[in-house]
């Protein structure tokens, strides 16, 4: 793989937790300032940006991967679970691209262990995009201004999967969020919090939240179960990190979810069941760890929450490379 952005990675980021010798936080916090992403590969990272607004990754030819992870919704589409292929409902709620590269491994169960491997599963989901690697790479090749970017970043005009999730990788790994309130805060400055959110903080930590998310995506590095004193009721079929490992042991253990811009991200949790920040605020508290929140202490941790709100990727949309004749023409959508 094509090393192009560099970024902090989530085993570096936890030692340097452990250590409080995180540069950018004097105040030697659990949680980190998110990190800038410094570019290094700008024309891979072009290539990654068009592929991922390009509906022709996918059979219908309308799907792309800004469908359910569109970046003026903070990376998701904020419906409970997503819309694929023939209009058919996914099982799943979308989980945010922004930050992403922070985390330990990708999709609610684990079951990516990067970026690259999980820029691959959609496309040829039926579920999602519907089409296959082959003729997702066929289209591509048959355009003729895919060929000649592909050409100048991998110096050959041979196409093929791994150059595409390596592009879209890329480009999804300088999607970082920096400079929220709360990260300024972390970094001396006294006024970037209100004291509302300075006091959600507090609780937030009291109450042992910061046991699962922590580090500079305030999640993202660990499974739990969820429903740990109060089982959680749901009529989602996801089972969790066991449909991965097999395991009963693993049922209901999901991928802690960052918390990062987690205003932009609703509705919540793995079967987007929760509509408000406030709601899984409460629900969270009971059933992780046996707490009722008052509605004051719920106002506070929200107010909390919405400070990790951070500077939204900002790009002009890729034009995309007009298909000539040779494209297969796409099925309808729906």
Same mark, same amino acid.
């Given at each position: 793989?094509?090393? +192009? !952005?560099?970024?902090?990675? !989530?085993? !570096?980021?936890?030692?340097?937790s452990s250590q409080g010798a995180w540069a950018d936080n004097p105040r030697n916090e659990?949680?980190?300032?998110?990190?800038?992403?410094?570019?290094? +590969?700008?024309?891979?990272?072009?290539?990654?940006?068009?592929?991922?607004?390009?509906?022709?990754?996918?059979?219908?030819?309308?799907?792309?991967?800004?469908?359910?992870?569109?970046?003026?919704?903070?990376?998701?589409?904020?419906?409970? =679970?997503?819309?694929?292929?023939?209009?058919?409902?996914?099982?799943?709620?979308?989980? =945010?691209?922004?930050?992403?590269?922070?985390?330990?491994?990708?999709?609610?169960?684990?079951?990516?262990?990067?970026?690259?491997?999980?820029?691959?599963?959609?496309?040829?989901?039926?579920?999602e995009m519907a089409f296959t690697h082959e003729l997702a790479v066929d289209v591509l090749?048959?355009?003729?201004?895919?060929?000649?970017?592909?050409?100048?970043?991998?110096?050959?005009?041979?196409?093929?999967?791994?150059?595409?999730?390596?592009?879209?990788?890329?480009?999804?790994?300088?999607?970082?969020?920096?400079?929220?309130?709360?990260?300024?805060?972390?970094?001396?400055?006294?006024?970037?919090?209100?004291?509302?959110?300075? $006091?959600?903080?507090?609780?937030?930590?009291?109450?042992?939240?910061?046991?699962?998310? +922590?580090?500079?995506?305030?999640?993202?590095?660990?499974?739990?179960?969820?429903?740990?004193?109060?089982?959680?009721?749901?009529?989602?079929?996801?089972?969790?990190?066991?449909?991965?490992?097999?395991?009963? $042991?693993?049922?209901?253990?999901?991928?802690?979810?960052?918390?990062? +811009?987690?205003?932009?991200?609703?509705?919540?949790?793995?079967?987007?069941?929760?509509?408000?920040?406030?709601?899984?605020?409460?629900?969270?508290?009971?059933?992780?760890?046996?707490?009722?929140?008052?509605?004051?202490?719920?106002?506070?941790?929200?107010?909390?929450?919405?400070?990790?709100?951070?500077?939204?990727?900002?790009?002009?949309?890729?034009?995309?490379?007009?298909?000539?004749?040779?494209?297969?023409?796409?099925?309808?959508?729906?």
């Open positions: 793989m094509i090393m +192009n !952005v560099k970024t902090i990675t !989530v085993a !570096v980021a936890l030692a340097l659990p949680v980190q300032p998110i990190p800038a992403a410094e570019i290094t +590969n700008p024309q891979l990272v072009e290539l990654g940006k068009k592929l991922f607004f390009d509906p022709r990754l996918s059979k219908s030819g309308f799907i792309s991967c800004n469908s359910c992870h569109n970046l003026s919704m903070g990376g998701t589409d904020n419906i409970k =679970t997503s819309i694929g292929h023939n209009w058919q409902q996914g099982p799943i709620n979308s989980p =945010t691209v922004l930050n992403s590269s922070l985390n330990m491994a990708q999709f609610w169960d684990g079951r990516a262990a990067t970026l690259k491997e999980q820029a691959g599963g959609p496309i040829d989901n039926p579920k090749a048959s355009i003729p201004g895919y060929v000649n970017d592909f050409e100048v970043v991998f110096n050959s005009r041979e196409l093929n999967i791994d150059m595409v999730t390596d592009a879209i990788a890329a480009f999804e790994e300088t999607l970082v969020t920096p400079n929220s309130p709360f990260d300024q805060w972390l970094k001396g400055d006294d006024d970037a919090l209100t004291s509302q959110a300075l $006091a959600g903080y507090q609780l937030f930590k009291e109450s042992g939240c910061v046991a699962c998310h +922590n580090g500079p995506n305030l999640g993202g590095t660990s499974y739990q179960k969820m429903g740990v004193v109060e089982p959680y009721q749901s009529n989602s079929p996801e089972i969790g990190r066991a449909a991965v490992t097999g395991s009963d $042991a693993d049922r209901f253990m999901f991928k802690v979810p960052t918390l990062r +811009n987690v205003e932009l991200t609703y509705p919540y949790f793995h079967d987007g069941e929760a509509a408000t920040l406030e709601e899984a605020v409460d629900i969270m508290g009971r059933l992780q760890l046996g707490r009722v929140y008052s509605d004051e202490e719920v106002g506070n941790i929200v107010a909390f929450l919405k400070s990790l709100t951070g500077e939204q990727p900002r790009f002009e949309i890729p034009i995309l490379p007009p298909s000539t004749n040779a494209t297969p023409v796409p099925e309808p959508f729906g």
